[in-house]
């Protein structure tokens, strides 16, 4: 049956039809629907793992155990999972097992734009890039069968506009191979280095091999059509050549990008009088081309950075560029905030008021960085915050340990950050470490965690207690904190910080948008009170405004959280309806 779908529902449902039995991910915008869409097919068991690392060591795990399975994440969660990848890649699989990395040109969402090619390349294992939905499917299909044929993990590359874009795909029924039988073999599965020298010998071997399939299997495709010009390119990057310029040119769509293959490619730049390659981010296909002789047209006239569209192809190959429609008003710019009753927003007026240093971290409570709270002082990556600041006190001295902090939210705590509290801890850093609990993960739509007591259907799950995971690790003072308790806050912040010993601030309340929490009424400014001082604006809640020199409340966006109100030193915010 023909459907629309997204890239990312496309592979969930090539999960399902292929037989994969068990898959563990860590969610990263734009790879998460691929997890929350498999999630629906009881047929699989799925699940939240609270890292890639994890997830993907669970996904080696289970194919070992002679099962298919899999793992996803974005492109910077490859870093975390690059330890057990570069070894797996060795060991090989049982049944098969394919890892999805989903990279983000033109950083829609993500702190860097690496191109995870580079780690198909430096880890040896294949790697298969679709370039719509219907591939999506089929690639994820496939990938389990170049898995299983040539013993390796297979990662499927995905990008921000395959994996959100829709377009039709054709179902299949589900159909599960054996269990493959788990027979105990060190020699494959114990890397000590005995054994992975004779692994990599194996798989020196399997990349010759996979480089025999990519000349002649259909996963690459040629499409010849006007001689004059040839396009090597590959995912969205091939929607947009085509739609730029059509049947003008001819082109090598490559959909395995890893290991590429020789002789196809050189007998297509024999067909065409120019050659050029087009690839978003940086220059792989290119360097291969000229590696074996061939000369051309690559990023000398295509960027390294950001996103591709038609038009950019069109202009950079002076093809006729599309009409467009475009707005002749002015529209206002909008930043992202933090959402009307965000349980951060407290804790983040507190650290700006107390002029503290705040090494930060990846997740929602990132937009404390933004004007008018400007608390954040750094963000670098999952789990930075806590071992950062740990490093800057070692740096700073007394100064630095009385007048910074870490912020973490839940989630990212339990990613990485329980090993830089335990560093803390263990080698005497007095650090002070706030753990912003909102009781999900915000950030990439309200996942569930091992802190939030659910499994990734929403079942009651183990819920980890963060106050005695951090007494755990060494951290003798743990205080609870409501952040939308002000005044607490700003206690709390300076008797950790003054303390002559580690301690975690737990600020704890439930993301203002989850549909468990009730709000309370809409507050209103009255109008004759207001004296115009703009405090309540130094939270940057986006319910409150100034119009004709007093404040404003959005009834529509005010959850009634009370912030603004304890703000007010004339009483001018009231609860109730407006007189
Ligand atoms: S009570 Fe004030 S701070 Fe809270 S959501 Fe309403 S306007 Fe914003
Ligand atoms: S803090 Fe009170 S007086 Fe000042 S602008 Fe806001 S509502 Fe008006």
């Known amino acids: 049956m ?11 449902r090539g999960l399902y039809e292929a037989g994969c039995s068990v898959i563990s991910s860590y969610p990263g915008t734009p790879s998460t629907e691929i997890t929350e869409y498999a999630s629906k097919y009881d047929d699989m068991y799925s699940e939240w793992a609270p890292n890639e690392k994890v997830a993907m060591e669970v996904a080696i795990g289970a194919s070992i155990g002679g099962k298919r399975s899999f793992c996803a994440m974005k492109h910077v969660g490859l870093n975390v999972a690059a330890d057990p990848l570069f070894t797996v890649a060795y060991s090989g699989v049982n049944g098969g097992m394919v890892i999805a990395v989903a990279d983000d040109p033109g950083m829609h969402s993500s702190q860097n734009e690496q191109d995870s090619r580079h780690y198909a ?4 294992v294949p790697m298969l890039e679709p370039s719509d939905s219907s591939e999506c499917l089929a690639f994820t299909k496939l990938a389990f069968e170049i898995s299983e044929r040539f013993d390796t993990p297979v990662i499927l590359r995905l990008s921000t506009r395959i994996a959100h874009s829709q377009s039709l795909i054709e179902t ?3 159909i599960v191979p054996m269990q493959k039988e788990y027979i105990k073999n060190p020699a494959k599965y114990v890397m000590m280095p005995a054994m992975a020298k004779a692994r990599h010998v194996v798989v020196e071997k399997r990349t010759l091999d996979l480089v025999e399939y990519a000349e002649t299997s259909t996963v690459n495709k040629v499409i010849m059509n006007n001689s004059k010009i040839g396009i090597i390119t590959s995912g969205t990057s091939y929607q947009y050549a085509r739609e730029a310029l059509g049947d003008e040119a001819s082109y090598l ?3 395995m990008v890893n290991p590429l293959p020789i002789k196809l490619i050189q007998d297509f730049a024999s067909k065409v009088e120019k050659l050029y390659v087009i690839e978003e981010l940086d220059d792989i296909f290119e360097t291969h081309c000229k590696k074996i002789g061939l000369n051309v047209v690559g990023k000398d006239i295509f960027p390294v950075i950001g996103e591709f569209s038609q038009n950019l192809i069109a202009q950079k190959m002076g093809a006729a560029i599309n009409d467009t429609l475009s707005l002749e008003e002015t529209i206002p710019v909008r930043p992202p905030v933090m959402c009307a009753g965000c349980p951060h927003r407290g804790m983040f007026y507190t650290l700006s008021k107390n002029k503290v240093m705040v090494s930060g971290d990846i997740g929602c409570y990132t937009l404390g960085a933004q004007a008018p709270l400007q608390s954040i002082d750094t963000t670098i990556c999952m789990g930075a915050s806590i071992s950062g600041l740990h490093g800057f006190n070692k740096a700073m001295g007394e100064k630095g340990e009385k007048s910074s902090v870490a912020v973490i939210g839940d989630s ?5 950050g329980i090993t830089g509290l335990a560093n803390i801890a263990y080698n005497n850093s007095n650090s002070t470490v706030i753990i912003l609990d909102n009781s999900i993960t915000g950030m990439t739509g309200h996942q569930q965690n091992p802190t939030t007591g659910y499994n990734i259907k929403g079942e009651p799950a183990t819920k980890i207690s963060l106050e005695k995971l951090c007494e755990a690790v060494g951290i003798n003072r743990v205080t609870v904190v409501d952040p939308y308790d002000l005044k607490r806050c700003d206690e709390v912040v300076k008797e950790e910080l003054a303390a002559e010993e580690p301690s975690v601030i737990i600020a704890r309340r439930p993301c203002a948008l ?6 309370k009424p809409a507050l209103h400014v009255v109008n004759d009170s207001c004296k115009g001082c703009k405090s309540c604006m130094k939270i940057g809640c986006p319910a409150i405004s100034i119009r004709d020199k007093k404040a404003v409340i959005d009834k529509t966006l005010c959850v009634g959280c009370g912030l603004c109100q304890s703000l007010c030193a004339f009483s001018a915010i009231h609860e109730g309806e407006e007189a």
Not at 2 to 12: D, H, T
Not at 121 to 124: C, D, E, G, L, N
Not at 514 to 519: D, E, N, T
Request: positive net charge; proline residues 0%; charged residues 25%.
């Open 514 to 519: 989850l549909k468990s929490v009730k709000h």
């Open 412 to 416: 990212t705590f339990m990613h990485s």
């Open 121 to 124: 390349i430096a880890s040896k």
């Open 253 to 255: 769509k490559l959909g």
């Open 172 to 174: 299949a029924d589900r």
């Open 2 to 12: 023909k459907q629309l779908m997204l890239g990312n529902e496309a592979v969930a």
